[in-house]
């Protein structure tokens, strides 16, 4: 976007909250990586002021056999698919009650539980929240069907969806998924934050090149300006990087997920700590704030 | 884009009139100008000073051609003391094979740079660059950085001048801006690498170079224990010496890759790199190249340098041994550099170390295997000792007992 007076034009469209037309999704959609960059922040910054937010979670596989969830820990997430409900609320159970909220599962796995009855996926929801889950994990929105109305049926069961995540998009199609989560509509704060960067990170065909940093920076800005609907754009500290995560920020994102519990020299060069988390959140301009798994800031 | 600040948007007006920035005018920018101001500045001067659009790259080779160093910087991860069971020195048969291997990928520059092995004369190096020019009369030999030469002179006990000479003589064709830390005496010292070369001195062996005619690079390792002004005085020593000789062809920044090393601690961000990248830049008004660093930062911050000053990504470097004992990996090939500039809206085009664009990609005109991993200067375990060694004199009783005939 090289033409001053669009660029004023978008952004004065933008600060007054008002609605872009096809064109100017456009304009923004071809517009250099720095302006983009520029409008982006601009609107995380009105919604999030300096703070960037961060959670500490620890997965627990849905089969564990042995449940050891560290000190840590804002958020115990049970990850895996569960083979019937039994077992999903038997994982629940097994790691609520220790005063940190309790977050598990891919919706569309939860769907498949119920065979795809309203009823039964509705009653589903509500077993698992007796048994403590605030949050469904994930809404992966490229393998659920009608996401607004299961949306819409987790929020009857007073849950909530903690992110929405793309598994697998390239090319023309992020863009296509970001717009297409614009659209939208759910209940207040039954959805807290949008990942939109594609999970699938695979450059092992010919076809399926990675993503460069300029595709997930754009991916990442234009979902802050489109997406008025969520309030959170995220990255993720594990599956993304420090470096990567960290420049997000300076590009709309304003929530970092999935930072480890423990130290843990699993992750290799991405070892972290917490430390290392709020110094990068520093070093990008913004204040760390910590956040449990229930989009609460954790003081103690 | 204006800010909040009256003196950031004064010092970007002066930027975008073509003026040139004090040390104290660069500090403001570097630390109250916002992420993408500076960005957008560096940008737009990268613009003026390329307005093709190109950006270029290199195949090369980066090898090592000895871990033992005497130096012992605390930021060093590769070095080994003399005596190492894992120290090694490549035997000339051995880079033979290297450059080979080189060729055939399009490559046609030999990075060869080393520790301070005082085990290996002068003598060695110049016949190790004859053989090389027999050989391969073309392939260009971008080799040994200042301190380097500080320490073959200290060796040799012969003046820089006169070892650039020798050197020179035997077919050193340029000399890679390695060894440069930040260029304030203060840091180096903390950084144990005074020695090995002061300030002064690394600049005095490029003064030395440039005046014999060699193009060079200039490097700056940020990110251990200076402040911001001395990342300032490290870009200003560099603008001096270049209006003085014009000798430099690019500048590489990156920072300090912690892991493993007697320093450690942890690594400055990819932010601060970005913002780095883009004040020198600014400052270096009188350099045309500014690489970016993939090998330390990553592809994706790596190609993002290119919104932020750069207009170049460096090398496919094939090989290397530095970056990597202190922990990072990266690894991208002809295909997935040129891939990265295309994706940012840019040209890709090879290029020498003088910057003279040799053509489009190799992997545009020919098939070249995949390389998923860059190769390291040996395989873990080998501890042969190159047969020709034998011909040198050794200076330590470990070197001498190795080459003592049995
Ligand atoms: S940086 Fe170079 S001179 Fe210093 S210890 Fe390592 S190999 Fe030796």
Redesign the pocket.
Known sequence: MSDDASLAELRETLAADGGLEEAQVRLLASADLLSLGVLADEARRRRHGQQATFVRVAEVAVDASAVETPGRAREIRVTGVPASVDAAETAVRAVAGQGVPVTGFALHDLMGLANGHAAEFARLLRVLGDAGLVAVSELTVDRTVDPESAVAVVADAGLAVSRLTIQDARGDSRLEWVRTVAGWSFPPKAVRAFAPLPRAESGATPESEPATGYDDVRQVALSRLLVDNIDSIQVDWALHGPKLAQVALTFGADDIDGVPAVDTDELGPRRTSVEDVRRNIRAASFTPVERDGGFESVTR | MSTSSPAVDALARKVRDGGRLSRSEALTLYTEAPTHLLGRLADEVRAARHPSGVVTYIIDRNVNYTNI?V???NF?A??RPVGAADGYVLGFDELFRKIDDTIAVGGEQLLLQG??NPDLPLEWYEDLFRAIKARYPAFRLHALSP?EVIHLSRLAQVEVPVVIERLMAAGLDSIPGG?AEVLVDRVRRELN?LS?ATADEWLDVMRHAHRAGLRTTVTMMYGTVERPDERIEHLMRVRELQDETGGFTAFISWSFQPSHTERGGAEATGVEYLRTLALARLVLDNVDNLQASWVTQGGKVGQLGLSFGANDMGSVMIEENVVRAAGAAFCMDELEIVRNIENAGFIPRRRNMHYELLGDPIVWERDVPRMTALAEARAVGDASVPEELVRYRARTPTGKRQRAPR
């Open positions: 160093c130096a012992q910087c060093c590769f070095y520790g301070h301190p060894g690498c090995k």
